[in-house]
């Protein structure tokens, strides 16, 4: 497996960058830090004013550090090394080092060649404060030596030959280890839930305000291995079509504001209501592009795909559940989550006061849209039963209405509730697959 070291100015990451990789790659790579740095610390070497000692102690340390890579290159596993022999000559050379550059010849025949040399670069004002601000004077390095060394490690990689690869580490986090993890052999895999199997596909219905964003933060907040054994969860990615329709009535804002006519809704009470039917379909077209990729991976990536929306009787959850994708539809399981009208309006009416003081679970529907909406819904139309299957579009789907009253808040009380659904629900979405 390869060797690969990381190098660079200090302060440049290469400690955190390496620290990252092995926790998301465990089984893929082993780390080991900077042999000059670990050797200065069991030692209680200052590395600039004590270089004779330094130098003893590193070369003593050079057999055991090489006995530890060839082991860890048996397993299979990915070497990942901070720094190197020819950074420390680089030094050696800014600082007039003679101890160490005599020494050279003897470190380089006694570490292996490494496949590649990843640098972390920044400039030397950036490394100047990152490491101000790292407040580990013991290891600070003037910018005049930084500069020096900086020659002289050029001039050795000329000679080396090396292979080395550039990373900008003057950017932000995620565009950095992105960089990395694009150069780096690895492959993150996601290791499945220990005890059950999980939904591909969860459709999270109701009326506004009946409890899905609540199911969803109840969820969120669940552990990893709880939401497989008690919920049939795998980590999951939601998709609402709310913040489609709200995108949608904020260019109507846009277009007002221009002196254009509005074209999807009209603003009431800091909210909307929907004056052209036509965004319900459009939602769930939306929903189908945003799907799309996620069906492609899901299965692979261990994801459950959760999809929350709402619809009244006029265009209702029969005509949206025709408008969803085969390829969706055939890997879907429904959860209805059921209150009343009057149970919905309360809720909604009670969450459009808490989001005038600041402190929302998540949106409201102003009191007019739920009426003209919302009043009516088809679900008992479509769905007799408390439980069974749907077939739509002559795709069969597993469902149940959870019934969500009382509202609760008790956590032992929610998860009695939400398994019990839950599992019922998986039960029939097996017998679906079996099929």
Same mark, same amino acid.
């Given at each position: 497996m390869p060797h690969i070291i990381l190098e660079?100015?200090?302060?440049?990451?290469?400690?955190?960058?390496?620290?990252?990789?092995?926790?998301?790659?465990?089984?893929?790579v082993e780390v080991f830090p900077e042999i000059v740095k670990q050797v200065a610390a069991r030692e209680n070497i200052h590395i600039l004013s004590e270089r004779e000692r330094l130098t003893e102690a590193v070369i003593a340390e050079?057999?055991?550090?090489?006995?530890?890579?060839?082991?860890?290159?048996?397993?299979?596993?990915?070497?990942?090394?901070?720094?190197?022999?020819?950074v420390h000559l680089a030094y050696?050379?800014?600082?007039?080092?003679?101890?160490?550059?005599?020494?050279?010849?003897?470190?380089?025949?006694?570490l292996p060649r490494p496949d590649l040399y990843l640098r972390l670069a920044i400039p030397v004002d950036v490394s100047m404060r990152r490491q101000k601000a790292r407040k580990t004077p013991q290891f600070e390095v003037d910018r005049p030596t930084l500069k020096q060394m900086l020659i002289h490690l050029q001039e050795w990689h000329i000679a080396q030959g090396s292979n080395l690869r550039i990373v900008n580490a003057d950017s932000s986090p995620s565009t950095f280890l992105a960089q990395v993890e694009a150069i780096l052999p690895l492959q993150y895999t996601r290791k499945s839930p220990p005890t059950k199997e999980t939904f591909d596909t969860l459709l999270l219905l109701g009326r506004p305000a009946s409890g899905k964003s609540e199911?969803?933060?109840?969820?969120?907040?669940?552990?990893?291995?709880?939401?497989?054994?008690?919920?049939?969860?795998s980590p999951f990615h939601v998709i609402d079509d709310f913040p489609i329709l709200w995108e949608k009535c904020e260019e109507d804002d846009?277009?007002?504001?221009?002196?254009?006519?509005?074209?999807?809704?009209?603003?009431? %009470?800091?909210?909307?209501?929907? +004056?052209?039917? !036509?965004?319900?379909?459009?939602?769930?077209?939306?929903? *189908? &592009?945003?799907?799309?990729p996620l069906l492609s991976k899901a299965t692979s990536s261990n994801e459950t795909i959760m999809i929350e929306f709402s619809r009244g009787k006029k265009h209702g959850y029969s005509k949206a559940l025709g408008c969803l994708s085969p390829q969706l539809l055939s890997r879907a399981a429904i959860l209805y989550v059921q209150v009343p009208f009057s149970e919905s309006l309360r809720r909604n009416i009670a969450r459009y006061n808490e989001k005038k003081s600041g402190g929302i679970l998540t949106h409201s529907?102003?009191?007019?849209?739920?009426?003209?909406?919302?009043?009516?819904?088809?679900?008992?139309?479509?769905?007799? %039963?408390?439980?069974?299957?749907? +077939?739509?579009? !002559?795709?069969?789907?597993?469902?149940?209405?959870?019934? *969500? &009253?009382?509202?609760?808040?008790?956590?032992?009380?929610?998860?009695?509730?939400?398994?019990?659904?839950?599992?019922?629900?998986?039960?029939?979405?097996?017998r679906r697959s079996s099929v």
């Amino acid at each position: 497996m390869p060797h690969i070291i990381l190098e660079g100015l200090p302060a440049a990451g290469k400690t955190e960058t390496m620290q990252m990789l092995a926790r998301f790659y465990p089984e893929q790579v082993e780390v080991f830090p900077e042999i000059v740095k670990q050797v200065a610390a069991r030692e209680n070497i200052h590395i600039l004013s004590e270089r004779e000692r330094l130098t003893e102690a590193v070369i003593a340390e050079l057999p055991y550090r090489r006995a530890q890579l060839e082991n860890v290159a048996q397993q299979g596993k990915i070497c990942l090394e901070e720094s190197h022999m020819g950074v420390h000559l680089a030094y050696s050379k800014a600082l007039n080092d003679r101890s160490f550059i005599c020494a050279y010849g003897k470190a380089e025949l006694s570490l292996p060649r490494p496949d590649l040399y990843l640098r972390l670069a920044i400039p030397v004002d950036v490394s100047m404060r990152r490491q101000k601000a790292r407040k580990t004077p013991q290891f600070e390095v003037d910018r005049p030596t930084l500069k020096q060394m900086l020659i002289h490690l050029q001039e050795w990689h000329i000679a080396q030959g090396s292979n080395l690869r550039i990373v900008n580490a003057d950017s932000s986090p995620s565009t950095f280890l992105a960089q990395v993890e694009a150069i780096l052999p690895l492959q993150y895999t996601r290791k499945s839930p220990p005890t059950k199997e999980t939904f591909d596909t969860l459709l999270l219905l109701g009326r506004p305000a009946s409890g899905k964003s609540e199911f969803i933060d109840f969820m969120n907040k669940c552990p990893v291995e709880r939401l497989a054994e008690r919920y049939h969860i795998s980590p999951f990615h939601v998709i609402d079509d709310f913040p489609i329709l709200w995108e949608k009535c904020e260019e109507d804002d846009l277009w007002e504001h221009l002196g254009r006519k509005r074209l999807y809704s009209k603003p009431i %009470d800091g909210n909307y209501y929907v +004056t052209d039917d !036509g965004l319900w379909p459009f939602l769930i077209g939306k929903i *189908n &592009e945003q799907a799309r990729p996620l069906l492609s991976k899901a299965t692979s990536s261990n994801e459950t795909i959760m999809i929350e929306f709402s619809r009244g009787k006029k265009h209702g959850y029969s005509k949206a559940l025709g408008c969803l994708s085969p390829q969706l539809l055939s890997r879907a399981a429904i959860l209805y989550v059921q209150v009343p009208f009057s149970e919905s309006l309360r809720r909604n009416i009670a969450r459009y006061n808490e989001k005038k003081s600041g402190g929302i679970l998540t949106h409201s529907v102003p009191t007019e849209e739920m009426k003209r909406t919302y009043r009516e819904d088809d679900w008992p139309d479509i769905a007799r %039963d408390p439980r069974g299957m749907l +077939t739509v579009n !002559g795709i069969t789907i597993p469902y149940v209405t959870m019934n *969500n &009253e009382p509202e609760l808040t008790d956590i032992d009380a929610l998860d009695s509730r939400y398994r019990e659904a839950l599992d019922q629900l998986y039960a029939l979405y097996l017998r679906r697959s079996s099929v």
